[in-house]
């Protein structure tokens, strides 16, 4: 049987490159990094690491074994965590914004599922009028949704300012309707876009209408028109538009956490404060 504590060690020598590194990773002083890897060459029969150059370097042997160390150390871990893990359990429907799963939404969901393995996660992506909806009639019980700035229902995570994006190449017109990528009725960046453009007086057309985020993107890179995005969510290889262009200022938007009346109580706070303390 090989030790776990030889074999992170060794992942720690081949990872660093260096016994020293690996003693300071690991807390641990540079002989016992030593003794331990010769122990594991001893319980392997094998030679793991070339002493005869001055760098670190793995043996043939030493790089089959860093592949079978790493994946015992993860399904250790990972059972550890399972078992050490919340004791809450049951389900929890959560719903978000198709565009706010573009942050660093899934990285909490695969921290929460790991942290809370015995609670079944079933997980809705859409339209947040949708989202609000759904939630009303008891369908979901926690929502991560755009609203209007200032709304008072749900719980703030963060305010961001609203913005025209195009593509990079992409010419607005000298006349006409400004071409506008939209979602259809109800949605709130259309009926944002439209009132925005409408009070600076400016005529509009509709030019692509999508359903879901990777649409608008898609359009946008086309060069089918212009669409309306959260700042923070604007992907490099778009541009935001500015106000020199005489688009009209679309104002701020909230990022909010609905929860369902009755719905779990200790889930919902576990998954709020994670999302509220990665997205904040």
Same mark, same amino acid.
């Given at each position: 049987?090989?030790?776990?504590?030889?074999?992170?060690?060794?992942?720690?020598? *081949?990872?660093?490159?260096?016994?020293?590194?690996?003693?300071? %990773? @690991?807390?641990?002083? $540079?002989? %016992?990094?030593? $003794?331990?890897?010769?122990?594991?060459?001893?319980?392997?029969?094998? %030679?793991?690491?070339?002493?005869?150059?001055?760098?670190?370097?793995? %043996?043939?042997?030493?790089?089959?074994?860093?592949?079978?160390?790493?994946?015992?150390?993860?399904?250790?871990?990972?059972?550890?965590?399972?078992?050490?893990?919340?004791?809450?359990?049951?389900?929890?429907?959560?719903?978000?914004?198709?565009?706010?799963?573009?942050?660093?939404?899934?990285?909490?969901?695969?921290?929460?599922?790991?942290?809370?393995?015995?609670?079944?996660?079933?997980?809705?992506?859409?339209?947040?009028?949708?989202?609000?909806?759904?939630?009303?009639?008891? $369908?979901?019980?926690?929502?991560?949704?755009?609203?209007?700035?200032?709304?008072?229902?749900?719980?703030?995570?963060?305010?961001?300012?609203?913005?025209?994006?195009?593509?990079?190449?992409?010419?607005?017109?000298?006349?006409?309707?400004?071409?506008?990528?939209?979602?259809?009725?109800?949605?709130?960046?259309?009926?944002?876009?439209?009132? *925005?453009?409408?009070?600076? /007086?400016?005529?509009?057309?509709?030019?692509?209408?999508?359903?879901?985020?990777?649409?608008? @993107?898609?359009?946008?890179?086309? /060069?089918?028109?212009?669409?309306?995005?959260?700042?923070?969510?604007?992907?490099?290889?778009? *541009?935001? @538009?500015?106000?020199?262009?005489?688009?009209?200022?679309?104002?701020?938007?909230?990022?909010?956490?609905?929860?369902?009346?009755?719905?779990?109580?200790?889930?919902?706070? *576990?998954?709020?404060?994670?999302?509220?303390?990665?997205?904040?």
């Amino acid at each position: 049987m090989l030790d776990l504590v030889l074999l992170r060690s060794f992942v720690a020598v *081949a990872d660093s490159g260096s016994f020293t590194r690996a003693s300071l %990773t @690991l807390s641990l002083s $540079q002989p %016992t990094i030593s $003794q331990h890897v010769r122990k594991l060459e001893a319980a392997c029969g094998r %030679t793991l690491i070339d002493r005869d150059t001055r760098a670190v370097r793995l %043996t043939d042997d030493g790089d089959a074994l860093l592949g079978f160390a790493r994946t015992i150390l993860a399904a250790h871990d990972q059972a550890v965590g399972y078992f050490r893990g919340s004791a809450m359990r049951g389900r929890l429907r959560f719903g978000t914004a198709d565009d706010l799963a573009l942050t660093q939404l899934p990285q909490v969901l695969r921290d929460f599922r790991q942290s809370n393995p015995q609670i079944t996660v079933e997980l809705t992506v859409g339209q947040s009028g949708a989202l609000v909806r759904r939630l009303e009639a008891h $369908q979901l019980d926690l929502v991560y949704v755009k609203q209007e700035s200032g709304e008072p229902t749900g719980r703030l995570v963060r305010r961001d300012r609203m913005v025209w994006v195009a593509h990079k190449g992409f010419g607005m017109p000298a006349t006409g309707p400004v071409p506008l990528i939209a979602y259809p009725n109800p949605s709130f960046t259309r009926i944002r876009a439209i009132e *925005a453009l409408e009070s600076a /007086g400016l005529t509009w057309r509709v030019t692509c209408t999508v359903r879901e985020v990777n649409g608008a @993107l898609a359009a946008v890179r086309a /060069g089918l028109g212009i669409a309306v995005f959260p700042a923070t969510l604007v992907p490099a290889d778009l *541009a935001v @538009l500015s106000f020199s262009l005489d688009l009209p200022q679309l104002g701020e938007v909230d990022f909010n956490l609905l929860a369902r009346e009755g719905a779990p109580p200790d889930p919902i706070a *576990a998954l709020s404060a994670a999302i509220i303390q990665r997205s904040g």
